[in-house]
């Protein structure tokens, strides 16, 4: 399994296309791909309805076809998102909350980890 880990926030760079890009890419050759964020990278799954006005793309659209790709297991840092008042019923793409243990434990199963 791959593990491709966002810690970047969506605006101000190119990071959250990358991250897509790359989980994309991998599935598209039979690999298992799970997705973690963390980090500014939590905020990649906000929605954002003028992402235009705010300098980044609106990638909502493709978050929530990542299921269509074989792409089923997007994980948000619990922890994080609590901290950010994020609601997780409003988040892009059904993220599943996890704790910092099952993170660590993610990471130790993962073949390889990809951290954008």
């Known amino acids: 399994m791959i593990v491709i880990w966002s810690t970047q926030p969506a605006i101000g760079s190119i990071n959250a296309r990358e991250t897509l890009d790359a989980a994309l890419a991998f599935a598209a050759y039979d690999q298992q791909v799970s997705l973690l964020f963390s980090g500014q990278g939590v905020r990649q799954l906000v929605p954002t309805p003028n992402a235009a006005d705010a300098g980044a793309k609106n990638l909502?659209?493709?978050f929530n076809a990542l299921p269509l790709f074989d792409i089923d297991q997007v994980y948000i840092a619990a922890d994080e998102a609590k901290a950010m008042n994020l609601n997780p019923q409003s988040l892009?793409?059904?993220?599943e909350l996890i704790s910092n243990d099952r993170i660590r434990q993610l990471l130790l199963e993962a073949t390889h980890v990809i951290r954008i």
């Not at 892009?92 to 993220?95: D, H, L, R, T, V």
């Open 60 to 62: 909502g659209k493709l």
């Open 92 to 95: 892009i793409g059904s993220p």
